[in-house]
């Protein structure tokens, strides 16, 4: 058995390791425990931390960004429910890492990052990765994607002081977004439902996210 063989054992069993941490956290969902098994995380992350790729925590990618704890990650698919018929907006493309497990368990995915170098190098990976149902955006994800409205599921992966209407207003008739609310140091996890009715909030967890930059989101 070659090198490269034995490096891709290596992996895959720390991955199986990190998907059992997932679960014992409180992921139980068989379709996003699969989706984690199925995209490799080490393969967007730079040199310096991709030893600790399978660690459950969060971990730096230039540019003052992180790339968010899985457990976290798994969270939200958990809870938003992603159905394979799904249309998702991202905000924050970040390493691309959770736009690939979208993708797997979605349609369609369309991610807005307003870092360009994060956009263009999650691009090169997920287009190695052959995924074909992910659209990119540079820009100020805090507007959103209209051209692509409505979404079924919007996930916001960056602290916000609040919730952004535009976002909401791009929520389809029954859609769903989850979005970390508070200040700079800490948010509580968000569930957004929308529906005929009108808006209802529900806190899930605390969490601690980068600063969401834009025009209905923090200054820089």
Same mark, same amino acid.
């Given at each position: 058995?070659?090198?490269?063989?034995?490096?891709?054992?290596?992996?895959?069993?720390?991955?199986?390791?990190?998907?059992?941490?997932?679960?014992?956290?409180?992921?139980?969902?068989?379709?996003?425990?699969?989706?984690?098994?199925?995209?490799?995380?080490?393969?967007?992350?730079?040199?310096?931390?991709?030893?600790?790729?399978?660690?459950?925590?969060?971990?730096?990618?230039?540019?003052?960004?992180?790339?968010?704890?899985?457990?976290?990650?798994?969270?939200?698919?958990?809870?938003?429910?992603?159905?394979?018929?799904?249309?998702?907006?991202?905000?924050?493309?970040?390493?691309?890492?959770?736009? &690939? *497990? =979208?993708?797997?368990?979605?349609?369609?995915?369309?991610?807005?990052?307003?870092?360009?170098? +994060? !956009?263009? #190098?999650? $691009?090169?990976?997920?287009?190695?990765?052959?995924?074909?149902?992910?659209?990119?955006?540079?820009?100020?994800?805090?507007?959103?994607?209209?051209?692509?409205?409505?979404?079924? &599921? *919007? =996930?916001?992966?960056?602290?916000?002081?609040?919730?952004?209407?535009?976002?909401?207003?791009? +929520? !389809?008739? #029954?859609? $769903?977004?989850?979005?970390?609310?508070?200040?700079?140091?800490?948010?509580?996890?968000?569930?957004?439902?929308?529906?005929?009715?009108?808006?209802?909030?529900?806190?899930?967890?605390?969490?601690?996210?980068?600063?969401?930059?834009?025009?209905?989101?923090?200054?820089?």
């Amino acid at each position: 058995m070659g090198p490269e063989s034995l490096n891709e054992r290596r992996w895959e069993r720390q991955r199986r390791g990190l998907i059992e941490t997932i679960r014992e956290k409180g992921v139980d969902d068989l379709e996003v425990l699969r989706a984690f098994d199925l995209v490799p995380r080490h393969v967007f992350l730079p040199d310096a931390v991709q030893h600790r790729a399978y660690e459950d925590a969060a971990l730096p990618i230039g540019f003052g960004q992180t790339a968010s704890q899985p457990s976290i990650q798994a969270l939200y698919m958990q809870v938003l429910g992603i159905q394979p018929d799904d249309r998702v907006l991202e905000i924050g493309t970040g390493s691309g890492y959770q736009t &690939a *497990i =979208l993708a797997t368990l979605a349609a369609h995915v369309y991610s807005v990052e307003r870092i360009r170098e +994060l !956009s263009i #190098r999650a $691009r090169q990976l997920l287009d190695q990765l052959r995924f074909s149902n992910i659209a990119l955006l540079v820009g100020d994800g805090t507007i959103g994607w209209s051209r692509y409205a409505p979404y079924d &599921a *919007i =996930l916001v992966s960056a602290g916000s002081p609040g919730i952004p209407q535009a976002l909401v207003d791009q +929520l !389809s008739d #029954r859609g $769903r977004m989850l979005i970390p609310v508070g200040d700079r140091q800490e948010q509580r996890l968000t569930l957004v439902r929308k529906s005929p009715d009108g808006i209802q909030t529900e806190n899930i967890t605390r969490c601690v996210f980068v600063p969401l930059l834009g025009r209905f989101g923090w200054d820089g």
